[in-house]
């Protein structure tokens, strides 16, 4: 199997014939049996040198009665190897000051520090070698061949350039991609209206961001007088939230700029976070369980739940020897199936995506609702102004749902009657989706405000709800 080695060693000047549609033809093609026995021998190697190096795994293993030499099936990892939790990693560098005691290099071989922003609590700190470096943009190069891309193609990257490390990611994996790099970046005022102008004049070939920053780029290009299906995008891909899955955000994309939407992303912790990821056939994303190896689990038991079914994706780092993460508990959602690809690649599929996170989910009256189930609603609306809020309170099971909605500058320049029409079909909508009633407050176009990040679009806020139901009773709207 190509480059199948611990630790990685890949060759950088490597590519494949520019007409094939696999970087590594064997590797992405092999009979799931046959892959699964060469993941077992690389989670041998994996579990050995965690434990061998880090006090982390060899502290938390040792109490789960837990010790490398156990595995011998895929069935053995996941039954006797514990989870990890984000949690956990927080302690470990509370412990272990800067990088925790799960890392297993030299504090001399680290080469990129990147971070969680510690706006919750303190940050966890990530350190990637050189080497592990390397095999990341190796990894990401691989994949956004998948998506179609090439050398020589130009890639935008219109995402924060700091800790954050889907931009780094993205960038390194164009670089060995040999794609003309672009790393516009995100995040100043003023900044999407220049990077409209900047893409009608260099007109990139490929667009990396954030689902909701492509839709408020496109928005402020119409307003700076631009269309963006003048940009000559062809593929855009996207990390960070939910959404380049969902059908009616996919598609809204895709119908504004003319290029093919591609959804990606796990978890900054797991980087290569491309891990999972579409290709240029395959819609939602799949499992590069050679790079990563996914389950999808039970959120309670973490044990692995047959395909078809809902469970949470736990993770397991095959490529990565500095912070190696061993069944990192996602706490996202999603659904998995193994069935065959369009793209003749032999991995397990998230047909739909990443959901949302599963401590997102809130209750009303008895219903489990997530944020992305209500933002796929609203944007098959012809009337929907782009942003919206959701208004929650956590004392219990809620009695009614409050959703502020914008609508489009045509709806609401019409006046009352348009405005009470477009109300009367959010709440329709909503009530056929999700099956509840909603109490609905229309927006002005423009009035929430957007982000170049990731969107954060629950409020939950007993004063804010209680201030906006008043108000609504009080104006009707």
């Known amino acids: 199997m190509e480059s199948w080695s611990f630790p990685p060693k890949y060759d950088d000047a ?8 696999f970087w590594f033809p064997r ?72 990088f925790g005691d799960y890392l297993c290099v030299p504090e001399s071989d680290i080469f990129h520090i990147h971070g969680t922003s510690g706006t ?9 070698s050189r080497d592990d470096w390397r095999a990341i943009a190796n990894a990401h190069a691989r994949i956004m061949w998948a998506m179609g891309m090439r050398p020589g ?16 990611g993205a960038l390194a994996g164009a670089e060995r991609l040999g794609a003309k790099c672009f790393p516009f970046g995100a995040g100043v005022p003023g900044m999407s209206a220049r ?23 496109a928005q402020t290009a119409a307003d700076e007088g631009l269309h ?5 995008l062809q593929r855009m891909f ?16 895709e119908e504004l700029y003319g290029a093919k939407v591609f959804d990606s992303g796990s978890m900054a912790e797991m980087t290569p976070w491309m891990n999972v990821a579409g290709t240029a056939e395959t819609s939602g994303m799949l499992c590069w369980q050679d790079v990563v190896y996914t389950e999808v689990c039970d959120p309670q038991s973490f044990r692995r739940v047959p395909y078809g079914q809902r469970g949470t994706p736990v993770y397991t780092h095959l490529e990565r020897i500095s912070q190696p993460m061993i069944r990192l508990v996602s706490g996202d959602l999603s659904l998995w199936v193994n069935e065959p690809n369009p793209c003749g690649r032999t991995y397990p599929r998230l047909p739909h995506g990443i959901f949302g996170r599963i401590d997102d989910m809130f209750t009303v009256r008895g219903e489990n609702v997530y944020p992305s189930e209500i933002d796929a609603a609203l944007n098959e609306l012809s009337g929907y102004g782009g942003e919206h809020r959701i208004v929650i309170t956590r004392e219990a099971a809620m009695d009614e749902l409050l959703l502020r909605v914008e609508a489009n500058p045509n709806t609401y320049s019409q006046g009352a009657e348009s405005i009470s029409r477009y109300r009367a079909q959010v709440a329709a909508k909503i009530q056929k989706v999700l099956g509840l009633r909603a109490v609905i407050e229309v927006a002005e176009p423009g009035s929430i405000p957007r982000t ?21 009773g009080d104006t009707g709207r």
Do not use: N
């Not at 490597?14 to 549609?21: E, G, I, M, N, V």
């Not at 996207?238 to 994309?253: L, M, N, Q, T, Y």
């Open 195 to 217: 990077a409209a102008q900047w893409l009608a004049l260099l007109k990139p070939t490929a667009f990396y961001g954030t689902p909701t920053y492509a839709l408020h780029l």
């Open 14 to 21: 490597y590519f494949p014939s520019a007409h094939s549609r």
């Open 452 to 472: 170049d990040f990731k969107a954060r679009r629950v409020i939950d806020d007993r004063e804010v709800f209680r201030d906006l139901h008043k108000k609504l």
């Open 120 to 128: 919750t609590g303190r940050p966890t700190v990530f350190a990637i």
């Open 238 to 253: 996207f990390s960070g939230e939910p959404g380049a899955s969902i059908p009616s955000v996919r598609d809204k994309i």
């Open 228 to 232: 963006p299906r003048d940009f000559g």
């Open 153 to 168: 193609d130009t890639l935008c990257i219109a995402a924060i350039f700091s800790l954050y490390m889907g931009s780094w």
């Open 27 to 98: 590797r992405e093609t092999m009979p799931v049996a046959e892959r699964e026995t060469l993941i077992l021998e690389r989670l041998k190697q994996v579990c050995a040198h965690a434990y061998r190096h880090a006090p982390f795994y060899r502290r938390k293993w040792d109490d789960a009665g837990f010790h490398p030499d156990q595995l011998k099936s895929l069935e053995d990892f996941e039954e006797k190897v514990p989870v990890i939790q984000k949690k956990d990693l927080r302690e470990a560098q509370t412990r272990a000051p800067h």
